[in-house]
């Protein structure tokens, strides 16, 4: 997990770069919106499945055993 944030990080100061040098503000966004926070917001939700599921799998099992 730790290693997609670097990934995020990166990615985010790419697009940010690229969306400041878009033509228009409207563009600019768009640009970071559709390259920047989407994508990264997919990583960062793939990644964090499998810990997802761990602590669904544990709180099932500490609700369970009581």
Not at 4 to 26: C, D, K, M, Q, R
Not at 30 to 57: H, Q
């Amino acid at each position: 997990m730790p290693f997609a944030f670097v990934i995020v990080i990166g990615w985010l100061y790419v697009t940010l770069l690229i969306a400041i040098n878009e033509p228009s503000l409207v563009a600019g966004i768009v640009s970071f919106l559709f390259y920047g926070a989407l994508p990264c917001a997919l990583i960062l939700w793939f990644a964090g499945r499998n810990m997802r599921r761990r602590r669904r799998k544990y709180l099932e099992q500490r609700d369970g055993g009581a």
